[in-house]
């Protein structure tokens, strides 16, 4: 498809994305490396609202440049978490016996509470319930790690990339030739139901009558040559095209919204990044009914790593969580808000960080207000500076307020955030220390 007039700000990208590697040529890209993030170029300075809030430190070692999957050096676990505005540490941290993404999951979805952790062990997903040894003081040492939960050996297990999904009854794995897998939460097995590119996320969403929906990336020849695409699987039929013709997809996500899915995927580029959304339902026939697509927003060049999240409160719009360039001098969050349904080219609500970040980690909470967000940010604009994981709300009007900095280390690889009907929050991040996850309260 070709991308609707966006005015001369589009141009305006373009012609600066050009300039700096020469090129305007479309391209997926490779994989995304999961491993150590690593600064973008400076950019102006703008201090976050919790840039003076106190944070533990998590001494990460040297920065893990491998894949994935590849061994981290040893490292010092984190200090227990000063309390911040709002984001005072109920348990945790506790250290997992496994390292890499972790899907963070309540079995009883109407309480929501005593979250557990899903890793992604090849494609199989394994439970593991953090057992946390009570409420922690503050200065006190970091919890040990579950008894069940590792190896016996005493170092977390590396899980794998990309965390698995949850929908309904029903839990999606990717194992590492890129086979997607659809296996009952209790356990048993699950036919292979999607082709996805080895490495990259999945997302998953249960829909009305007991049905889910499942959207990975999966590369495909066309005339200009492999192209990296986005596809939909509504329970376990045929893949579906969710990327229209003509338009990669380096990142996708769904959200449950209003009685389907809303679907967000970024065609990260050489010249600029689109971000396209589109909502998903079902017809009578109870056959997968896709929305018309909008490119709801055109940032600046990006690359394959480049990632995002959808947050979604209990009611109003839903907003597509960009970390992005903003503009030659500045980087930061971009908060695109998505109305009844996706229109072009909306306007962007930004939070600057103090410098770029690649690739930048972010998650989101759906289905509750107020829509928390925790993202990791530099500390500072010097290169080289040391990393924040920033816990935030997003207002009405989807302006972000910093609430504290969880933990401070030298580099994030992921992170995930729940909440639960108690008023807590659940936050989970893998460093090359290792995954821990943490209980704080949720803030006013």
Request: hydrophobic share 45%; proline share 9%; glycine share 12%.
């Amino acid at each position: 498809m070709s991308y609707p007039p966006l005015g001369a700000r589009v141009l305006v990208l373009a012609a600066l994305a050009a300039c700096r590697d020469g090129s305007g040529t479309p391209g997926a890209g490779p994989a995304p490396d999961a491993g150590a993030a690593t600064p973008a170029p400076s950019v102006a300075p703008t201090a976050s609202a919790a840039s003076a809030l106190s944070a533990p430190s998590l001494d990460a070692g040297v920065a893990d440049a491998a894949a994935p999957d590849a061994a981290a050096p040893d490292a010092a676990a984190p200090d227990s978490a000063a309390p911040g505005a709002g984001c005072t540490l109920r348990r945790g941290p506790l250290s997992l016996s496994l390292r890499g993404p972790a899907l963070l999951w309540s079995p009883d979805e109407a309480e929501r509470a005593d979250f557990r952790v899903i890793f992604n062990r090849d494609g199989v997903a394994q439970h593991v319930a953090p057992s946390f040894g009570g409420l922690t003081a503050p200065g006190s040492p970091p919890a040990e790690a579950a008894p069940d939960a590792g190896d016996g050996s005493g170092d977390p297990a590396r899980a794998s990339w990309p965390a698995c999904a949850v929908a309904s009854r029903f839990v999606y794995c990717m194992d590492h030739g890129g086979t997607i897998r659809r296996t009952p939460l209790g356990g048993g097995e699950g036919p292979p139901i999607g082709a996805g590119r080895r490495g990259t996320g999945i997302s998953a969403v249960a829909l009305p009558g007991g049905h889910t929906l499942l959207a990975f990336l999966s590369d495909r020849k066309t005339s200009e040559g492999a192209v990296t695409q986005a596809f939909a699987v509504l329970d376990d039929g045929a893949a579906v095209p969710l990327s229209e013709e003509g338009s990669g997809a380096t990142f996708v996500a769904l959200s449950p919204w209003k009685g389907g899915a809303l679907a967000m995927y970024i065609d990260a580029r050489s010249a600029l990044t689109p971000v396209h959304a589109r909502t998903l339902g079902l017809t009578a026939e109870g056959k997968l009914e896709l929305g018309p697509d909008a490119v709801v927003f055109v940032g600046d060049a990006g690359e394959s790593r480049m990632g995002g999240a959808l947050a979604i409160g209990a009611a109003g719009p839903a907003y597509v969580l960009l970390p992005a360039a903003k503009d030659i001098s500045a980087f930061g969050m971009a908060a695109i808000r998505v109305d009844e349904a996706p229109r072009d080219d909306m306007p962007a609500v930004w939070s600057l960080y103090p410098n770029g970040l690649s690739p930048a980690p972010i998650a989101a909470t759906q289905g509750v207000s107020p829509i928390h967000v925790a993202r990791v940010r530099p500390v500072s604009r010097e290169p080289g500076a040391r990393h924040a994981l920033e816990l935030g709300q997003l207002d009405g009007e989807g302006r972000f307020h910093a609430r504290c900095v969880a933990v401070e280390g030298k580099s994030f690889k992921h992170v995930a955030i729940e909440a639960d009907r108690g008023g807590t929050l659940w936050i989970a991040y893998t460093t090359a220390a290792g995954t821990f996850i943490e209980q704080r309260a949720a803030g006013p």
